[in-house]
């Protein structure tokens, strides 16, 4: 079994900074994509910040030269720093991971219990 546990969310004022931590933990052979999206009251979840590999990263319109999606392939944790949050920021934000779990089985997607950020003006 792949769990996936989040921290780091909280409440911050306009311009202040958070950073998210989501680690997998259970049976763990490799990790192809990790990624942190988000979901606002009444609107969809949306994609935030995606890393494929070691080294590709993206990140929606909205967040580019504020948050920055990073790894730790030792740990088999993913980080979201956050910087010059804004009120509209404010989310449940969830990791998500396409893990192969073994050698033999198919990579598939997992995602992460949800944390709450807050940012007040």
């Known amino acids: 079994q792949v769990h996936l546990v989040e921290s780091g969310g909280g409440s911050v004022q306009s311009g202040g900074s958070l950073r998210l931590s989501c680690t997998a933990s259970?049976?763990?052979?490799?990790?192809?994509?990790m990624a942190w999206y988000r979901q606002a009251p009444g609107n969809q979840r949306e994609s935030v910040a995606r890393?494929?590999?070691?080294?590709?990263?993206t990140y929606a319109d909205s967040v580019k030269g504020r948050f920055t999606i990073s790894r730790d392939n030792a740990r088999n944790t993913v980080y979201l720093e956050m910087n010059n949050l804004g009120v509209d920021d404010t989310a449940v934000y969830y990791c998500?991971?396409?893990?192969?779990?073994?050698?033999?089985?198919?990579?598939?997607?997992?995602w992460g219990q949800g944390t709450q950020v807050t940012v007040s003006s």
């Open positions: 259970g049976t763990v052979f490799d990790i192809t994509a």
């Open positions: 890393m494929i590999g070691p080294y590709t990263t």
């Open positions: 998500n991971m396409i893990i192969q779990p073994m050698p033999a089985r198919a990579p598939r997607e997992y």
